[in-house]
Protein backbone atom coordinates (compact mmCIF):
# COMPACT_ATOMS: atom_id res chain seq x y z
CA UNK A 1 0.00 0.00 0.00
CA UNK A 2 2.25 2.30 -1.29
CA UNK A 3 -0.50 5.38 -1.32
CA UNK A 4 -1.45 4.60 2.52
CA UNK A 5 2.91 4.30 3.20
CA UNK A 6 3.95 8.32 1.89
CA UNK A 7 0.47 9.70 3.51
CA UNK A 8 1.97 8.02 7.01
CA UNK A 9 5.03 9.52 6.11
CA UNK A 10 4.09 12.43 5.12
CA UNK A 11 1.93 12.54 8.52
CA UNK A 12 4.93 12.47 10.67
CA UNK A 13 7.66 13.92 8.75
CA UNK A 14 9.97 16.32 10.66
CA UNK A 15 11.52 19.72 9.70
CA UNK A 16 14.87 17.38 10.01
CA UNK A 17 13.47 14.86 7.98
CA UNK A 18 13.00 17.57 5.14
CA UNK A 19 15.96 18.93 5.81
CA UNK A 20 18.90 17.42 2.96
CA UNK A 21 21.91 15.32 3.93
CA UNK A 22 24.09 15.88 1.48
CA UNK A 23 26.99 13.74 0.78
CA UNK A 24 29.55 15.04 -1.39
CA UNK A 25 29.92 12.12 -3.78
CA UNK A 26 25.92 12.12 -4.59
CA UNK A 27 26.03 16.15 -4.68
CA UNK A 28 28.81 15.69 -7.15
CA UNK A 29 26.90 13.32 -9.41
CA UNK A 30 24.04 15.36 -8.90
CA UNK A 31 25.54 18.57 -10.11
CA UNK A 32 27.59 16.09 -13.59
CA UNK A 33 23.99 15.04 -14.29
CA UNK A 34 22.73 18.70 -13.97
CA UNK A 35 25.42 19.85 -16.19
CA UNK A 36 24.74 17.35 -18.63
CA UNK A 37 20.86 17.82 -18.77
CA UNK A 38 20.35 21.06 -17.73
CA UNK A 39 16.14 21.42 -16.74
CA UNK A 40 15.47 17.81 -17.90
CA UNK A 41 14.30 15.64 -15.25
CA UNK A 42 17.71 13.96 -15.84
CA UNK A 43 19.48 16.60 -14.06
CA UNK A 44 16.86 17.25 -11.11
CA UNK A 45 18.14 15.16 -7.94
CA UNK A 46 14.79 13.93 -6.19
CA UNK A 47 14.66 14.66 -2.51
CA UNK A 48 13.01 14.21 0.36
CA UNK A 49 11.26 17.10 0.83
CA UNK A 50 10.36 16.16 -2.97
CA UNK A 51 9.18 12.92 -2.16
CA UNK A 52 6.91 14.26 0.83
CA UNK A 53 5.41 17.14 -1.49
CA UNK A 54 3.88 14.17 -3.40
CA UNK A 55 0.16 13.60 -3.79
CA UNK A 56 -0.30 10.23 -2.81
CA UNK A 57 -3.32 9.63 -4.13
CA UNK A 58 -1.42 9.66 -7.63
CA UNK A 59 0.73 6.41 -6.43
CA UNK A 60 -1.98 4.08 -7.45
CA UNK A 61 -1.45 5.53 -10.81
CA UNK A 62 1.79 5.14 -11.71
CA UNK A 63 3.13 2.38 -9.55
CA UNK A 64 1.24 -0.51 -12.29
CA UNK A 65 4.12 1.60 -15.18
CA UNK A 66 7.14 0.20 -13.08
CA UNK A 67 5.64 -3.55 -11.33
CA UNK A 68 4.60 -4.78 -14.52
CA UNK A 69 5.96 -7.78 -15.70
CA UNK A 70 7.06 -6.46 -19.36
CA UNK A 71 9.78 -4.18 -17.18
CA UNK A 72 10.81 -7.40 -14.99
CA UNK A 73 13.87 -10.41 -15.92
CA UNK A 74 13.51 -13.61 -13.95
CA UNK A 75 17.55 -14.82 -12.92
CA UNK A 76 17.96 -17.38 -11.79
CA UNK A 77 21.49 -18.27 -10.66
CA UNK A 78 23.58 -21.20 -8.60
CA UNK A 79 23.56 -24.97 -8.76
CA UNK A 80 19.87 -25.54 -8.60
CA UNK A 81 17.54 -28.55 -9.80
CA UNK A 82 16.70 -27.31 -12.76
CA UNK A 83 13.19 -28.93 -13.10
CA UNK A 84 12.02 -27.81 -9.68
CA UNK A 85 13.20 -24.05 -10.27
CA UNK A 86 11.29 -24.14 -13.35
CA UNK A 87 8.17 -25.79 -11.48
CA UNK A 88 8.87 -22.44 -9.11
CA UNK A 89 9.28 -20.10 -11.02
CA UNK A 90 6.13 -20.88 -13.19
CA UNK A 91 4.22 -20.76 -9.58
CA UNK A 92 5.18 -18.04 -8.79
CA UNK A 93 5.11 -15.56 -11.75
CA UNK A 94 3.13 -17.16 -14.39
CA UNK A 95 -0.02 -15.40 -13.68
CA UNK A 96 1.46 -12.24 -13.20
CA UNK A 97 -0.22 -10.25 -15.79
CA UNK A 98 1.00 -6.34 -16.14
CA UNK A 99 -2.36 -3.91 -15.52
CA UNK A 100 -3.91 -3.30 -19.47
CA UNK A 101 -2.80 0.20 -20.82
CA UNK A 102 0.09 0.19 -18.40
CA UNK A 103 2.96 0.86 -20.40
CA UNK A 104 6.76 1.37 -19.75
CA UNK A 105 7.37 5.07 -18.00
CA UNK A 106 8.37 7.58 -20.45
CA UNK A 107 10.32 10.45 -19.86
CA UNK A 108 10.00 14.19 -22.11
CA UNK A 109 12.20 13.66 -25.03
CA UNK A 110 15.56 15.31 -25.06
CA UNK A 111 17.47 17.31 -27.83
CA UNK A 112 20.12 15.59 -29.75
CA UNK A 113 23.67 17.19 -28.41
CA UNK A 114 25.28 19.70 -31.08
CA UNK A 115 27.99 19.25 -33.02
CA UNK A 116 29.85 21.90 -32.68
CA UNK A 117 32.09 22.12 -29.43
CA UNK A 118 30.28 23.66 -26.43
CA UNK A 119 31.56 25.33 -23.60
CA UNK A 120 33.14 23.64 -20.72
CA UNK A 121 32.19 23.65 -17.60
CA UNK A 122 34.27 22.38 -14.00
CA UNK A 123 32.42 21.15 -10.76
CA UNK A 124 34.22 21.52 -7.75
CA UNK A 125 32.51 19.75 -4.45
CA UNK A 126 34.25 20.10 -1.47
CA UNK A 127 35.39 16.66 0.15
CA UNK A 128 36.85 17.31 3.39
CA UNK A 129 39.22 14.97 5.27
CA UNK A 130 40.25 12.71 2.33
CA UNK A 131 43.78 11.31 1.18
CA UNK A 132 42.54 11.16 -2.61
CA UNK A 133 40.73 13.56 -5.17
CA UNK A 134 37.99 11.89 -7.55
CA UNK A 135 38.04 13.41 -11.21
CA UNK A 136 35.29 12.40 -13.40
CA UNK A 137 35.20 13.79 -17.19
CA UNK A 138 31.61 13.72 -18.73
CA UNK A 139 29.91 14.57 -22.24
CA UNK A 140 26.43 14.15 -23.80
CA UNK A 141 26.40 11.88 -26.80
CA UNK A 142 24.51 11.15 -29.72
CA UNK A 143 21.72 8.40 -28.72
CA UNK A 144 22.69 5.01 -30.07
CA UNK A 145 19.97 3.50 -32.61
CA UNK A 146 21.97 0.40 -33.75
CA UNK A 147 23.95 -2.05 -32.04
CA UNK A 148 27.24 -0.84 -33.97
CA UNK A 149 26.60 2.57 -32.69
CA UNK A 150 26.09 1.41 -28.93
CA UNK A 151 29.25 -0.60 -29.27
CA UNK A 152 31.44 1.99 -30.73
CA UNK A 153 30.26 3.92 -27.94
CA UNK A 154 31.35 2.03 -25.19
CA UNK A 155 34.62 1.29 -27.37
CA UNK A 156 35.38 4.87 -26.54
CA UNK A 157 34.84 4.33 -22.73
CA UNK A 158 37.22 2.17 -22.60
CA UNK A 159 39.69 3.43 -25.17
CA UNK A 160 39.68 6.57 -23.00
CA UNK A 161 39.46 4.78 -19.73
CA UNK A 162 42.91 2.78 -20.62
CA UNK A 163 44.29 6.19 -22.20
CA UNK A 164 44.10 7.76 -18.63
CA UNK A 165 44.82 4.51 -16.76
CA UNK A 166 48.24 4.26 -18.50
CA UNK A 167 49.02 8.11 -18.14
CA UNK A 168 47.78 8.74 -15.24
CA UNK A 169 48.15 5.45 -13.10
CA UNK A 170 50.82 3.12 -14.45
CA UNK A 171 53.53 5.91 -15.84
CA UNK A 172 52.80 9.10 -13.04
CA UNK A 173 51.09 6.28 -10.39
CA UNK A 174 49.03 9.12 -9.21
CA UNK A 175 45.72 7.79 -9.71
CA UNK A 176 44.06 4.31 -7.47
CA UNK A 177 41.61 3.67 -10.65
CA UNK A 178 40.17 4.34 -13.77
CA UNK A 179 37.00 3.54 -14.90
CA UNK A 180 34.77 4.33 -18.18
CA UNK A 181 31.66 3.85 -19.06
CA UNK A 182 28.30 4.84 -21.75
CA UNK A 183 24.83 5.15 -20.48
CA UNK A 184 21.78 5.01 -22.92
CA UNK A 185 18.81 6.85 -20.77
CA UNK A 186 14.92 6.68 -22.39
CA UNK A 187 13.63 9.54 -24.65
CA UNK A 188 17.34 10.12 -26.24
CA UNK A 189 19.99 10.59 -22.95
CA UNK A 190 23.17 9.50 -23.03
CA UNK A 191 26.52 10.30 -22.02
CA UNK A 192 29.48 9.02 -21.29
CA UNK A 193 31.47 9.22 -17.79
CA UNK A 194 35.22 8.86 -17.04
CA UNK A 195 36.33 8.62 -13.65
CA UNK A 196 39.41 8.21 -11.52
CA UNK A 197 40.48 8.92 -7.83
CA UNK A 198 44.03 10.66 -7.78
CA UNK A 199 46.13 10.86 -4.81
CA UNK A 200 45.51 14.45 -3.08
CA UNK A 201 49.34 15.13 -3.77
Avoid: K
Avoid at 16 to 25: T, V
Avoid at 60 to 87: E, T
Avoid at 124 to 145: D, G, K, M, N, Y
Avoid at 188 to 201: E, I, N, Q, S, Y
Wanted: proline content about 8%.
Amino acid sequence: DWQGLLSHAQAVATPEDLRPHDEPRAVAGARLLAALYGRHPYGHRIRGADLMALDPSLAPQWLPHLYNPRNGFLIIVGDIDVNAASWLASGWFASWQGQAGAGRLTAPPLPQPGTRPTEETVQITHRPVRSQVEVTFACRLAFPTTGRERAAQSMLAELLGGYLSTQIREQAGAAYSVDGAVATLPAGGAHLVVGMAVDTR
